[in-house]
């Protein structure tokens, strides 16, 4: 029997390196990893407590979504709290309490009547009075705008009639007409009660 030279293990195992290099430069490689029971193993699941089948996802940005039930109906915050999206006007229900107002009760009267040659215009002031209710008549081209201290209160156009019940009184100073008519003369009458 013939005896391999001492060599040749060594250049075995020379063969056997130059094939794993080969296959790795070439991705020609199947990795394998250990895994347990339960699956991979390193990898951690987030899940119930009370119930080890649900478990926790992960989306595809890598957040965890996080649902929580069965909260008290009033929770302790602490820290800032920002509440947005809300409708401009609100419904108010006011149960198990009573709302103190006071109610509009008018005590005075202003009436305006004024009366232009065409084309042209003039101002009636008076002591403010805070309106509740405003009747305005305007007639033949008459322009009215009435004033109080925080700007215009109303403007009408020519020929117009309002009446305006407000829900918060509004001061008035003013009533400003002009008469838009070049041919005949304007007039109007203008009703403010209020206290």
């Not at 009446?163 to 002009?178: G, Q």
């Not at 005949?184 to 009703?191: K, S």
Request: aromatic letters at 4%; hydrophobic letters at 45%.
């Amino acid at each position: 029997m013939s005896r391999l030279p001492p060599l040749m293990p060594r250049v075995l195992t020379l063969r056997y390196v130059l094939v794993a290099v080969v296959a790795f430069s070439f991705g020609a490689v199947t990795v394998v990893q250990a895994v347990t029971p339960n699956g991979i193993a390193g990898i951690v699941q987030l899940a119930d407590r009370t119930d080890p089948t649900h478990l926790a996802a992960v989306d595809a940005e890598g957040n965890v979504q996080v649902k929580v039930n069965n909260l008290a109906a009033t929770q302790t915050v602490s820290g800032t709290v920002s509440v947005n999206n809300f409708p401009a006007t609100q419904n108010v229900n006011i149960t198990g309490g009573t709302v103190n107002t006071r109610p509009t009760v008018a005590t005075r009267e202003v009436f305006v009547e004024p009366r232009l040659d065409a084309g042209h215009s003039g101002t009636t002031s008076f002591t403010a009075i805070n309106a509740s209710y405003i009747h305005v008549f305007s007639a033949n081209g008459m322009f009215l705008i009435l004033r109080g201290p925080l700007g215009v209160v109303m403007q009408l156009q020519i020929d117009d009639h309002r009446e305006l019940v407000l829900t918060e009184r509004i001061p008035v100073t003013a009533v400003d007409s002009i008469c838009a008519n070049l041919v005949d003369p304007c007039d109007a009458e203008v009703v403010i009660i209020g206290d």
